[in-house]
């Protein structure tokens, strides 16, 4: 009988891998390690891959949801149904030791990036030059002002940079305007179908993630004083940058549709001539390696800190920036996962189909196949 991993209480119920007639959680710290689930996807699988790291989930994700949703609707902005699950699990995890007033200003942050994508807003050029008006300078007048987007970004900055650091605040609007400039080229490959090259790739995904403006929100919230110094040491920019890799590697892995040119697997399938499979496994030793090198970056960072002449009283804040990191890219597997369940189950309720083999996901009750199932209370979660 095979041993049930320590998982995600909050996701366990979805997150599961069948072994023999038993259920055990994918999404575990065994080993101490986080492990990337292994789930089939367009005839591939996805390897495991375990992150020699952890993560965490901050306590009241559920009202700072609710406070981040009453902020959305005074402008408008709201997700779908998946992709405001998704956003929930991605402030949960990104900072789960901040104050609720922190965590809510995460949410808020974390929704309105997520609304930009999911609408598109890219194929607006004249919005997307008003945002990066907004983001040079908060006051300034625009050919939008009355448009959501620009009232709600002018509300966030100015809630956001009060009172923090010249230095902070200019990092700040430099990673929101790279954002707009990511979305804008994502959306040009998209339209044009052009695969880009992997160099080119990794830039553009980096910027068009806005994890970079995500993490710079941490710093804040932590009350981390990462000086410019350090921001441009080798040790943080493996730290930020393998963080912002490592999200969008691993959510590739999870929403790998063929043919998108905007996911590595396709990028490494075009241009270093692999198969789907082989690409998806080069997919999962480039995070493995880059995890690694991660790791050994926030070993290196005290002392570099050190190097730097930082006080001993202003490190233990950017160690918890570390953590929050690592805590972040632990919780990508289990959210992704989740998911992608989300979207099989729905998909093939619609359709009348079914998963030979596998059991009902809200009572795991291994006959379950219809909406008949006795665990309706998951709201349709069984198929």
Known sequence: MPVFDRGLGWLGWGCGRRV????????CWAGGGFMVPNVGIGGCVIPEVRLPFGGGRHLQVGVAGRLSEGWGLRFGLTLSGGRAGSASGLWGAVCPGVALHGLALVANWCRYLCVVDEQRVAEDGVLVGALRQVVADDSVSTARNGHPGVLALRELLRSTVLGCPAYWVRRLRGHLDRWLSGQLAESAYRVSGRVPTPEAFIDVRRDASAVLVM??????????AVLDVLYRAPAYQMLVLGTADLVCWIDDLHSLRKGDPMNLVTVLERHQQL???EAVDAVGARIALRAADQLAAGNQLPAAMARLGFEPVCRPAVMRCVADQQSWVAGMGTA????????RRFRLWWGGGRLRGFGCLG???RGCRTRSCPSRRFSGLCW
């Open 20 to 27: 023999g007639a038993f259920w055990s959680p994918r999404g």
């Open 215 to 224: 993490l710079d929100l941490v710093e804040m919230v932590e009350r981390a």
């Open 275 to 277: 198969g789907p499979q």
């Open 336 to 343: 992704s996962e989740l998911m992608w369940w989300r979207w």
């Open 363 to 365: 009572c795991r009750w």
